[in-house]
């Protein structure tokens, strides 16, 4: 087992200030941890396509996607938890009498089940991405679907909570969750790169923000939420830093004495 230290980082609200862009002292300090041996990854709940400028110009080549679903190393996937077919084709029938719509999220692009919703472009729409989901009802029946956005409001989603127990449910926006298999995480998706990896489990670092980070801060051995974090993710991490826009990636490499 090799004693080289990996560091895991969120994209939203970690990575990416609240403008989506990239703090010019984080891309400096990333640059600086690879200079000093030590493995970067990206854990995130984004599809892989979503942030492929990013991992070019961070140098990154190891990704959690899909909040731990989807894994790759080195451009091979080495794991994939995706969504049952026939559960997927329940809840979208249950979703439809509710006016719910849902976005199927596959390996490379992503399909809505609608034509067009207003909750669907305002939510993608803050992630200021080029792809945007096309419409295609059936896509979830062809092809792997590693995770669904499930468009409704934060109290009609405890309706779905009690109906699908296949399915974990974890809010990213106000009009929007992700759906998951149930008991797939981001923390489950570091535990597969880091024995491909050959990683002590003792030299794995976190930063994230939101409430899909609370598994991977409380598991990895070094949790840091960031200042912008979520309270219920604070109380998961072992360390607090700055806000993303504060240096807060920076401020936290120095807390745990990465920098």
Same mark, same amino acid.
């Not at 190393?73 to 995706?82: A, K, M, Q, S």
């Not at 149930?182 to 535990?191: L, R, T, V």
């Given at each position: 087992?090799?004693?080289k230290?990996?560091?895991?980082?969120?994209?939203?609200?970690?990575?990416?200030?609240?403008?989506?862009?990239?703090?010019?002292?984080?891309?400096?300090?990333?640059?600086?941890? %690879?200079?000093?041996?030590?493995?970067?990854?990206? /854990? &995130?709940?984004?599809? #892989?396509?979503? $942030?492929?400028?990013?991992? !070019?110009?961070?140098?990154?080549?190891?990704?959690?996607?899909?909040?731990?679903?989807?894994?790759?190393?080195?451009?091979?996937?080495?794991?994939?938890?995706?969504?049952?077919?026939d %559960?997927?084709?329940?809840?979208?029938?249950?979703? /439809? &009498?509710?006016?719910? #719509?849902l976005? $199927?999220?596959?390996?490379? !692009?992503?399909?809505?089940?609608?034509?067009?919703?207003?909750?669907?472009?305002?939510?993608i729409?803050?992630?200021?991405?080029?792809?945007?989901?096309?419409?295609?009802?059936?896509?979830?029946?062809?092809?792997?679907?590693?995770?669904?956005?499930?468009?409704?409001?934060?109290e009609?989603?405890?309706?779905?909570?009690k109906?699908?127990?296949?399915?974990?449910?974890?809010?990213?926006?106000?009009?929007?969750?992700?759906?998951?298999?149930?008991?797939?995480?981001?923390?489950?998706g570091?535990?597969?790169?880091?024995?491909?990896?050959?990683?002590?489990?003792?030299?794995?670092?976190?930063?994230?923000?939101?409430?899909?980070?609370?598994?991977?801060?409380?598991?990895v051995?070094?949790?840091?939420?960031?200042?912008?974090?979520?309270?219920?993710?604070?109380?998961?991490?072992r360390?607090?830093s700055?806000?993303?826009?504060?240096?807060?990636?920076?401020?936290?490499?120095?807390?745990?004495?990465?920098?």
């Amino acid at each position: 087992m090799t004693d080289k230290k990996i560091i895991f980082f969120d994209i939203d609200g970690t990575l990416l200030d609240h403008d989506k862009k990239l703090p010019q002292s984080t891309k400096e300090a990333i640059k600086e941890l %690879k200079q000093a041996g030590h493995e970067v990854a990206i /854990a &995130t709940g984004r599809a #892989p396509f979503m $942030y492929e400028d990013l991992r !070019e110009e961070l140098g990154i080549h190891n990704f959690v996607s899909y909040n731990g679903q989807y894994v790759e190393v080195e451009g091979e996937l080495i794991y994939g938890n995706p969504l049952d077919k026939d %559960k997927l084709e329940e809840i979208t029938e249950l979703a /439809a &009498t509710n006016d719910h #719509p849902l976005v $199927y999220m596959g390996k490379k !692009e992503m399909k809505a089940n609608v034509e067009q919703h207003d909750h669907i472009d305002e939510s993608i729409g803050t992630l200021k991405v080029e792809a945007f989901p096309t419409h295609d009802p059936d896509y979830f029946k062809m092809e792997h679907i590693y995770q669904t956005l499930l468009f409704c409001e934060h109290e009609e989603e405890k309706f779905y909570e009690k109906k699908f127990h296949a399915f974990d449910f974890i809010r990213w926006h106000p009009l929007s969750v992700d759906v998951l298999p149930a008991g797939g995480s981001k923390a489950k998706g570091i535990e597969k790169m880091i024995e491909k990896l050959g990683i002590n489990p003792e030299n794995v670092y976190a930063f994230g923000d939101g409430l899909n980070d609370i598994e991977m801060l409380s598991t990895v051995a070094h949790g840091v939420a960031m200042g912008n974090a979520h309270e219920e993710t604070k109380k998961a991490a072992r360390y607090l830093s700055k806000a993303v826009d504060e240096d807060g990636i920076v401020h936290g490499l120095k807390m745990v004495g990465l920098l």
